[in-house]
């Protein structure tokens, strides 16, 4: 990470909060300070509940965001930083994961020293979740692989072209084999307004 600070034209990396009940991977959970000290900003995860799942409440979902901002915290991550809410499906979405959601980024905001973000599929999914929650202080980080551009060549796209207009973040890219100084990795690419998205 450090030969790719070094050499490379990113800025930060995504950041698991683990375990979640979609994510057993603890391998981030204590190197946000050595990555910290290298200049990473990031992008903090938390996998949370998918369509698939039969906890789809809004009970679940104050109790998994007390998950996450106590994660985020064991992690080293200050107060005011956001965490991003994992939803994998895309398209329209059930009003159960909806209400899972809703009670997600109240929970966080309301209850916790964090801000929520989301993590979706553009277009439908955004504009739903975004309908649902209203006014509540939320970030969007989308997935559109549709971009034909070249990530890392230029400019980087903005994030509000992504197909959402108030999108901070968009993924660009999945399963990318990039190389930057001498490590090559297979990474996905996105592209933000903000250097370090968890602030």
Do not use: H
């Not at 683990?18 to 900003?41: H, I």
């Amino acid at each position: 990470m450090q030969d790719w600070w070094s050499n490379s034209p990113l800025y930060y990396t995504g950041f698991y909060l683990a375990p979640a009940p979609y994510q057993s991977y603890t391998g981030w959970m204590n190197k946000r300070e050595t990555l910290v000290n290298q200049g990473w900003g990031f992008l903090p995860l938390y996998v949370g509940r998918q369509s698939d799942s039969s906890y789809l409440t809004a009970e679940q979902g104050k109790i998994d965001a007390q998950d996450a901002a106590t994660l985020a915290s064991n992690a080293g991550f200050p107060s005011l930083s956001y965490i991003y809410l994992d939803i994998e499906q895309g398209g329209i979405i059930s009003s159960k994961f909806i209400d899972y959601i809703k009670a997600w980024v109240s929970e966080i905001n309301t209850n916790t020293s964090y801000w929520s973000g989301i993590y979706c599929s553009y277009s439908d999914t955004a504009d739903q979740i975004k309908t649902a929650i209203g006014s509540t202080t939320c970030r969007f980080w989308v997935f559109n692989l549709n971009y034909t551009g070249t990530p890392g060549s230029g400019t980087a796209p903005d994030p509000t072209n992504s197909g959402v207009s108030f999108a901070t973040t968009w993924q660009l890219e999945q399963n990318i084999s990039k190389t930057y100084g001498s490590n090559t990795r297979t990474i996905d690419v996105d592209t933000s307004s903000l250097i370090d998205p968890s602030k």
